[in-house]
Structures are given as C-alpha cells and as structure tokens.
C-alpha cells in the first residue's frame, strides 16, 4: 500500500487570466512561493519517502521547500506533466470563450481535445499508469502537478465520469490524498488548503 499525497502547484501569473499549459518559463509568482515554503512546513510531520513532480518549471519551484525539508531528491516523470493544449497555450480565457470547441471542451472533456491536444482519458491513463507502477515501491509519496491531472486521478477512484469532473475542485497549492493498495483505493483527503482551516474557502479560485 502507498499513500499519494498530490499537491497543485502554487499560484504563477496565468491563473484565471491565460492558458499556461506546457508553455516553459512560467514561474512561481511571489504568492506562489510562499505557498510552496507553507506546504513544506504544512506536510513536515508526513512520512515522506519519495517526491515526485512533472517536468515544468512551476512544479518543479513547488517542489523545491518539500524536497528541502525531507533532504530527498526531486524525481521528475513525463506521466504528471500538464495536458496538451496545443495553439491554445498562452491564450487568453476571453479570447477563447467564443470559441465552440472550447465550450464542448469544458462541457464533454472526456471526448474532446483541444487542436492537435490530448484527451483527458489519455492524460488520466497515463497517470494512472505511472501510479500503479510506483505502488508499493513506497510508504507515502507526494506528487506534485496540475489540476486536471489531479481531478482525472480523483474522478478515476471515485467512480466519476470525466465529464463531470469540474465538480471536483483542486486550488492552487492545494493537498489531496489517496490510500492505494493492491487491491483498493480510498480517497482521504481532497483539495486541502496549504494554510488555514480545511473549511475556509478561498475569496478567488482561478482558472
């Protein structure tokens, strides 16, 4: 049995303004720093073992004070990188909100990709995969990627069609947790703040 505890990276100047994607040199901002010093300090009593990320820049930084504080290594895989977007990275929410396929996008996700993009059945097969094989080679490891990368995993283990997975919420430097042994999953925590109460929503949830 693993424990996998999956964190979103922290907040960098796309969110609720632009499609990041997999675009390079999109970097922490300055609240996204001290959200990812806040989720070293907030998992330091965790039994940490393995630390694990994609491979872009703005996971990578989050990794970074976790990575510190256990003095364990950043082990970087291709499987929890951001899905493909294709022409959309670097475009504007409004510019693309008159745009059919963005809306069939957001609305039948598990059927439809952005141009030249990934579907997200692919992109939660091949987390999913990367998942079983890394289970049972450690006792609690954090993965830390992206927001649809998490609710793919999450809506998988829930019995959840992907597309209704917009009804899960995974914020920025957010915390999820799943138990997955041989031959179960349980999902115990989802979408935990990096500071304050569980219960404390934020006053903004960007896109």
């Known amino acids: 049995m693993t424990n996998f505890l999956f964190v979103r990276h922290g907040a960098h100047d796309y969110l609720g303004r632009a499609i990041a994607g997999r675009l390079s040199g ?9 959200q990812a010093e806040q989720l070293g300090k907030k998992i330091s009593l965790l039994p940490v073992d393995a630390i694990y990320s994609g491979p872009l820049e703005r996971v990578r930084e989050t990794a970074e004070p976790i990575c510190r504080r256990f003095d364990l290594p950043l082990k970087v895989a291709d499987e929890f990188t ?5 022409p959309w990275e670097d475009r504007a929410f409004t510019d693309l909100a008159s745009e059919p396929l963005w809306r069939r996008f957001n609305a039948f996700r598990s059927s439809t990709a952005a141009p030249g ?27 830390i ?20 997975f917009f009804r899960i919420e995974i914020d920025p430097a957010s915390l999820s947790l799943l138990e997955f042994g041989d031959d ?9 703040p990096s500071t304050g109460s569980p219960l404390e ?6 896109q």
Do not use: C
């Open 184 to 192: 179960y999953a349980i999902v115990r925590l989802l979408n935990s």
């Open 201 to 206: 929503l934020p006053s903004d949830r960007p």
């Open 26 to 34: 999109v970097h922490l901002n300055e609240l996204g720093q001290q």
């Open 82 to 86: 951001e899905v493909a977007v294709g």
């Open 145 to 164: 990627t992206h927001g649809d990368v998490i609710r793919s995993v999450m809506a998988h283990f829930l019995g959840m069609h992907l597309d209704l």
């Open 117 to 143: 993009g990934e579907l997200m059945l692919e992109v939660q097969a091949r987390a999913l995969r990367k998942l079983n094989a890394l289970r049972g080679q450690h006792r609690f490891a954090v993965i």
